[in-house]
């Protein structure tokens, strides 16, 4: 894309003209002069060389393709007079340049090769401008001949897969090497250091969510194994950009291997054209590969690599998505109040679909919770909501049919009818009033630990009556995903202690995405991997800790109930320092579970402290 052709082409013009006044101006005299005010200046003639020996472009939007030539052509005509111009025109010389060779419209990324193997009258003219395919060696012979590019910089588009021409996909697919839930700016890095020299340099601002993201599997993975990132300026969930909620690094590349990656975080404001940055190290090129990449300095890579080697929370537990209705404004109620004095089976409840009150079974329905709205640390909210749960469960979940569902349960089979037509128009397999997807636990009364997809930090509660069943994703809040433990492992409480510590969120938020006012993921590709310490009853004090965090985590749970119904502040703030209080000592039990050093539980405090004050 063409977005920052000028910026390169001015600081192009700056550098040619502090060298030529270094060297002696006289010397130079053609290229470069003094303005009546003092200042030295690159004549019309070496502004024009620059452009056209340096500057290249290519965009498959013809209008960018125009705007960016007027506006290099402006840029060439800056601080000229009129005297100047019609001196030119006097001896002939062309005021403006002619960039039909240097900026160029087509697709960067499909080759001509895109037709091979296909009937070409299948494309009328039409399409084939829509496609435009691209010929970097044809059109820019000379340069790839020699090579290839100096220097390859851009902002390429941010668009995910969904989103890119279907008739494109497969040529993509098979051309770049990339995983199938790719966004395109992944193609664009791969296919931009393919036009790069041999000692050329390349510079994008890109989405730093393929650092942690299953779609940038294949890029970490590529550019690990060739070893040709020089650094990496991440500007973590800071904002870059005005009108636009992304989350960028710049990423500076070059073909020849480097020992190290130079990392470095920065803070900026949106729109500013500066940024400080705040911390920089070199991270081996032996901790990447095409896993999450966490980037941290050596000591802590040291406690990593240590605790890499327990058990992981996936070998602990069974992680289930949460229930996708495929239509939330029909599927979750919430609850107005009891039905009819003497009537417990029913209750009055409203949807967005249907915000009018209605009678329904209580049989019907089940508590559900949703995501962050609801999921706090150590604690459920309890907000009366109801999800119309249309299945019978035993062993296993099964859809209820519509004659045996009319029967037991007519107000429900009744309020589900006066929104068939959108719930059928989900188009989905079996029977229409069915949930979406399946791939989650329907069954009741079985204990679990509850996290919300998205939070500040660690934010894990239990809910061992199995009571509420809850949300995958979206409504407003985000998902969340159930921990079901397998045999024969720890108590349900002593994990969770460890879990909401200071420890295990450090460990999280390492290798994850991040979203902004200090929110990261915790979907099940960030908790499933954790390092898990658990108890070894042949160890007296490891079990006594054991033991402890279970206690612990038990009070934590009574405590935080106990601030949901304060009435007072004197009341909060008393039951506020106690949690604090057991916080910490659950926090140092697991540093000595763990076997932490003093230095290295230094590390942890320290960076947990940095991520909440910013």
């Known amino acids: 894309t063409l977005d920052g052709t000028l910026f390169p082409y001015t600081t192009l013009f700056r550098s040619y003209r502090d060298w030529f006044v270094a060297d002696d101006p006289a010397r130079h005299k053609d290229r470069v002069y003094q303005s009546k005010k003092g200042q030295w200046r690159l004549s019309t003639a070496e502004r024009k060389r620059i452009l056209l020996d340096h500057i290249y472009g290519v965009d498959i939007d013809p209008q960018a393709v125009e705007v960016t030539k007027l506006s290099l052509l402006l840029k060439v005509l800056e601080g000229e007079t009129k005297e100047t111009l019609q001196r030119q025109l006097f001896t002939k010389e062309r005021a403006l340049p002619d960039l039909a060779d240097n900026i160029k419209c087509g697709n960067s990324l499909i080759g001509p090769d895109f037709y091979h193997g296909k009937q070409l009258d299948l494309f009328d003219d039409d399409e084939r401008l829509r496609i435009n395919v691209f010929d970097w060696q044809g059109e820019f012979d000379e340069i790839m001949q020699a090579g290839g590019f100096d220097a390859v910089i851009g902002n390429p588009p941010y668009i995910r897969v969904n989103n890119v021409d279907q008739e494109l996909r497969p040529y993509l697919y098979s051309t770049y090497e990339i995983n199938h839930r790719f966004d395109i700016y992944v193609v664009f890095v791969r296919r931009s250091l393919e036009l790069l020299a041999g000692d050329g340099r390349f510079g994008f601002i890109v989405p730093n969510k393929f650092f942690t993201s299953d779609y940038g599997e294949g890029l970490r993975s590529f550019l690990a194994a060739r070893k040709v990132i020089r650094e990496i300026i991440d500007f973590g969930d800071t904002q870059v950009f005005t009108g636009a909620t992304i989350y960028t690094c710049l990423l500076f590349l070059s073909k020849t291997e480097h020992p190290n990656v130079h990392y470095a975080e920065a803070r900026t404001s949106r729109g500013a054209q500066q940024f400080t940055l705040c911390r920089e190290f070199g991270v081996p090129f032996d901790r990447l590969s095409e896993k999450a990449w966490a980037f941290v300095d050596n000591a802590a890579s040291g406690l990593l690599d240590r605790l890499r080697a327990l058990p992981r929370l996936g070998d602990i537990c069974e992680i289930k998505h949460g229930l996708q209705t495929g239509m939330d404004s029909v599927f979750l109620l919430t609850k107005v109040s009891e039905a009819s004095a003497g009537d417990a089976d029913t209750i009055v409840a409203i949807s ?157 938020k390492l290798s994850n995405s991040r979203f902004g006012h200090g929110y990261y993921s915790f979907n099940r590709q960030y908790i499933e991997p954790l ?84």
């Open 531 to 614: 390092p898990i310490r658990t108890c070894d009853v042949s160890d007296n004090v490891n079990q006594q800790r054991c033991d402890r965090i279970t206690e612990l985590a038990s009070e934590m749970l009574e405590r935080q109930n106990r601030m949901a119904a304060a009435k007072t502040s004197h009341e909060r703030t008393a039951l506020q320092r106690q949690i604090e209080t057991v916080d910490r000592e659950i926090d140092q039990l697991v540093y000595e579970l763990y076997g932490l050093t003093d230095d290295e539980i230094r590390i942890v405090e320290e960076s947990t402290a940095a991520a909440t004050t910013k």
């Open 352 to 508: 967005e679909a249907e915000p009018t009150q209605f009678t329904i079974e209580a049989a019907a329905v089940r508590r559900v919770v949703k995501g962050a709205v609801d999921l706090r640390r150590y604690f459920i909210e309890e907000n009366e909501r109801y999800v119309v749960f249309p299945y019978d469960v035993k062993d296993e979940a099964t859809i209820i049919t519509p004659p045996e569902f009319l029967s037991r349960f007519p107000l429900a089979w009744e309020y589900l009818n006066r929104h068939g037509k959108q719930l059928r128009e989900r188009k989905k397999p079996g029977e229409w009033y069915a949930f979406r997807r399946r791939n989650y636990d329907l069954r009741d009364g079985v204990p679990r630990l509850l996290v919300p997809s998205i939070s500040q930090r660690a934010s894990f509660v239990s809910d061992l009556s199995g009571h509420y069943h809850f949300i995958g994703s979206g409504g407003g809040g985000g998902g969340g995903y159930g921990l079901y433990l397998r045999r024969n492992q720890p108590p349900l409480h002593f994990l969770l202690g460890l879990l909401n510590s200071k420890l295990v969120d450090w460990l999280i």
